[in-house]
């Protein structure tokens, strides 16, 4: 979106706690959704980086009973609204200016249903972060902005190197639109609880949450509202085996810009607005007050 200095600060005053979202459903193939395997969270508030919660998200320890079974190598996909059940296409994934990557990640586990995310290693499977870049405009297209292009949708491939069993999913975004100051970083996460069958014998290293990311990374804190080319989306790299993860290939008209992505499906949409502040990864890291943006304090 593309957002002057005012324009931020104006949105800051009209923004409201309906930006905020929860990723609530899983696809195991493209045709198949469920919700019975996601820890689902009791409210779409973001987490701060080194919350206790960042794992899995408030109360992301307790497990539920079901399991999505996929098959190693396939491809699946993890959707984000605003609302609980509130699954319309006409209605952003994540508004209110809150840009930023999409990254996945996954832990093995002996049991999913039951397995804490606070003590699982986290290796990461999937990211997309800054996918186009003007900065003479200041108009940028993220990863977020591909959520809201394809109804909350994130596709990526399960690696098909691990070795079967089960597994715990996290699906993040991470909001950047007050990162330009410490602690302004909203990460939205839920933990999807998996079996994966197939596979090989890999078991990757991973990271922990809280622990993985830092107050200063590049891709933590930064100024969504300045001209820039590039972003740092934080933690590890992503697995070899993993894939970089898409949501669709866009064509949106409106009374400023037209932007497209490079992905998978193509969806086109009208809105009145299409400039997009952004941080960095190559497209290919003004302040306001936490969560003044969201309307929160």
């Not at 324009?7 to 459903?25: M, S």
């Amino acid at each position: 979106m593309k957002v002057t200095s005012t324009v931020a600060a104006l949105a800051g005053l009209i923004a409201t706690a309906n930006a905020h979202a929860t990723f609530q459903y899983f696809w195991t193939n493209a045709s198949t959704s469920t919700n019975t395997c996601v820890r689902t969270p009791p409210s779409n508030s973001p987490v701060g980086t080194m919350d206790a919660s960042m794992s899995c998200n408030v109360n992301g320890n307790t497990g539920v009973a079901g399991k999505c079974t996929v098959a190693a190598g396939s491809s699946v996909s993890v959707e984000m609204h605003q609302q609980p059940g509130d699954r319309t296409c006409t209605t952003e994934a994540i508004g209110g200016n809150h840009d930023g990557p999409v990254i996945i990640y996954m832990a093995k586990v002996s049991d999913a249903s039951t397995a804490a995310g606070s003590t699982a290693s986290w290796f990461k499977v999937a990211q997309s972060g800054l996918i186009s870049a003007e900065p003479t405009s200041q108009t940028y297209y993220w990863a977020t902005d591909g959520l809201n292009d394809n109804c909350g949708k994130f596709t990526f491939t399960i690696p098909s190197s691990i070795g079967a069993g089960d597994y715990l999913l996290r699906a993040e975004v991470i909001a950047l639109h007050v990162a330009g100051g410490s602690g302004g970083a909203q990460h939205y996460m839920s933990c999807y609880q998996l079996t994966v069958t197939g596979g090989g014998s890999a078991n990757p290293a991973g990271v922990s949450f809280p622990g993985a990311y830092s107050l200063t990374d590049p891709g933590i804190l930064f100024n969504l509202y300045t001209s820039f080319t590039t972003y740092t989306i934080p933690g590890p790299t992503v697995y070899s085996g993993g894939s970089g993860g898409t949501t669709t290939t866009t064509t949106k008209t409106s009374t400023t810009s037209t932007r497209t992505s490079s992905t998978t499906t193509t969806t086109t949409r009208s809105s009145s607005t299409t400039s997009r502040a952004s941080s960095t990864t190559t497209a290919s890291g003004a302040t306001q007050t936490l969560y003044g943006q969201c309307g929160g304090t």
